[in-house]
């Protein structure tokens, strides 16, 4: 992999913005970032962007990724929703497609959106067959459970040995939590702690019904919340009570879940966070924090080498249009036109057509695409995969989160 250089005139850094700065790549990792003249034959100047890290998607289903959203709640609890998805007609339309294939159209949907790595909730076995063609990065190192109430799905083993595997090897423990309001799952976190799954490697996911005390017992402990506020709000008319988490320093991420209940992508989701806590708390989220939660959060939570920018962290980068002012306020408000560029562990993947002659210069193939009325070049063959669920589904099905043309 050659070493090179991508310097702009924003560089997002865990400390703050730094005007004008240069990240030097060799081997899929970040050699350097400094505002000096870089030390490599290949430098990509990009006029009127932001280099941030990677986004993270801290949860999603890929095999659900399809269209229009289904339920009709709000819901007691996630399993009635569960139950008017697998009778919905539009399921039996998703299910005439190869698995292979949704996982396709759930890794593009959030490579456009500028995200280098999504957390894929779902057993192990499932996903491990996709994990070599996919154009983004599954996050597969970790332990599971579907959820924590008696009706919770089989996946993994015992919630002990889950937890006790994950915090032997610096691994998330990654759970369903609380995402309800009948009496069982409001006890949830308390079953959690009963079986031994709580504590800092533990990754819960909504958390709607988490009391007061419950916050300040994952906080103590030092365990993650994953934030999927569409789904939530669309499931339950409710959602988790970040303010208060926030407040009690707890380590909050954003996640989009599955389209067919939650956000069309990880830049619909921020935006939708950032209106849906105005609308809850009459006070402003920091797009800064929001950033932050779809960055360096997950990087901590699901122990990553990235989600931040700094000499050492592998090279996941995502370039955004700089639209004036408040860098952090325009990757919250950026659509899919403004991503700019994508580069995965040093490897360009995806970003504007102009800069097609890097790819070349890595010997990386490409195919040439309109994304929501921009020129784009991206891995893969995207539009052979939207030519294949077509035939599959015997009609032309349009993805709102790929709105994606033939160049």
């Excluded at 708390?281 to 931040?308: H, W």
């Excluded at 700019?340 to 210069?361: K, S």
Aim: proline share 5%; with cysteine.
């Amino acid at each position: 992999m050659k070493k090179w250089a991508i310097e702009s005139d924003v560089l997002i850094t865990p400390g703050k913005p730094v005007t004008k700065g240069k990240i030097v790549i060799n081997n899929g990792v970040i050699e350097d970032v400094t505002s000096r003249d870089a030390n490599s034959r290949m430098l990509l100047t990009i006029k009127d962007g932001i280099i941030s890290p990677g986004l993270i998607n801290s949860h999603d289903h890929l095999m659900g990724s399809y269209y229009p959203k289904v339920g009709n709640g709000p819901y007691e609890n996630w399993l009635p929703w569960d139950n008017d998805l697998k009778s919905a007609p539009v399921y039996e339309e998703r299910q005439q497609i190869a698995n292979r294939d949704l996982y396709l159209i759930g890794s593009y949907r959030n490579l456009l959106s500028g995200v280098t790595s999504v957390q894929d909730h779902i057993p192990h076995f499932v996903q491990e067959p996709y994990l070599d063609i996919l154009p983004i990065k599954l996050i597969s190192d970790f332990a599971i459970a579907h959820s924590i109430a008696s009706f919770a799905l089989n996946w993994g083993g015992d919630i002990q040995e889950e937890y006790a595997y994950a915090a032997a090897n610096s691994l998330p423990f990654i759970t369903h939590i609380a995402e309800g309001f009948d009496d069982e799952t409001r006890s949830d976190l308390q079953t959690l702690k009963s079986k031994k799954g709580f504590g800092p490697n533990s990754v819960l996911v909504h958390g709607i019904a988490f009391s007061e005390q419950d916050i300040s017992e994952i906080a103590s402990v030092g365990a993650s919340v994953v934030w999927c506020a569409d789904s939530n709000m669309f499931m339950f008319n409710k959602t988790a009570n970040v303010r208060e988490m926030l407040a009690a320093g707890v380590n909050v991420c954003i996640g989009t879940d599955s389209p067919m209940s939650g956000g069309l992508n990880i830049l619909h989701e921020m935006r939708y966070c950032k209106k849906v806590y105005n609308e809850l708390y009459q006070e402003e989220l920091p797009c800064r924090q929001i950033v932050k939660m779809a960055t360096e959060n997950p990087g901590k939570a699901f122990f990553l080498d990235s989600g931040r920018i700094e000499k050492g962290m592998l090279a996941d980068i995502t370039v955004f249009r700089n639209q004036g002012g408040d860098p952090y306020e325009s990757i919250v408000n950026a659509s899919l036109a403004d991503v700019r560029l994508v580069v995965i562990e040093g490897m360009p993947v995806y970003g504007d057509a102009e800069f097609a002659e890097v790819f070349a210069q890595q010997d990386i193939e490409v195919q040439h695409v309109v994304v929501d009325g921009s020129e784009k070049v991206v891995i893969g063959n995207l539009t052979g995969l939207l030519d294949r669920v077509n035939r599959a589904v015997g009609f032309n099905k349009k993805f709102p989160f790929l709105p994606v043309a033939e160049a």
